[in-house]
């Protein structure tokens, strides 16, 4: 089974950058779609973007809070790593973000809504800090 590590979290001022790394060990992740989630204090976990297993396609959810054109998932499957890189950064971006991996892309896409659905791997999670 594959095992993600977060890494590339910290503290930054509003209106920086960060560029997380979600590290694969144990199996490739070109057998897995991929997704970046975050929660922030007293709220839900919520899926911010999705990317596929050859990295073609990528989702982000259609709502009021989403982080399309400030936030860029992708990944490298050579490197057995994905990215999540943030721009813009704002205080309500401020939350442990996770990585997570599963077989399949819709799952990624729905786990925070369907609760019959399950993830394969989960990350530990990385703090992201911003200050105003």
């Known amino acids: 089974q594959v095992q993600l590590v977060e890494s590339g979290g910290g503290l930054v001022q509003a209106g920086g950058s960060l560029r997380l790394s979600c590290a694969a060990s144990?199996?490739?992740?070109?057998?897995?779609?991929m997704g970046w989630f975050r929660q922030a204090p007293g709220k839900e976990r919520e899926l911010l973007a999705a990317?596929?297993?050859?990295?073609?396609?990528?989702?982000?959810?259609n709502s009021p809070d989403s982080v399309k054109g400030r936030f860029t998932i992708s990944r490298d499957n050579a490197m057995n790593t994905m990215y999540l890189q943030m721009n813009s950064l704002k205080p309500e971006d401020t939350a442990v973000y996770y990585c997570?991996?599963?077989?399949?892309?819709?799952?990624?896409?729905?786990?925070?809504?369907?609760?019959?659905?399950?993830?394969?791997?989960w990350g530990q999670g990385t703090l992201v800090t911003v200050s105003s």
């Open positions: 997570a991996a599963d077989p399949i892309l819709h799952n990624i896409v729905v786990v925070t809504t369907d609760k019959d659905i399950s993830l394969e791997v």
């Open positions: 144990g199996r490739t992740i070109s057998n897995y779609a």
């Open positions: 990317i596929s297993r050859g990295g073609g396609s990528t989702y982000f959810p």
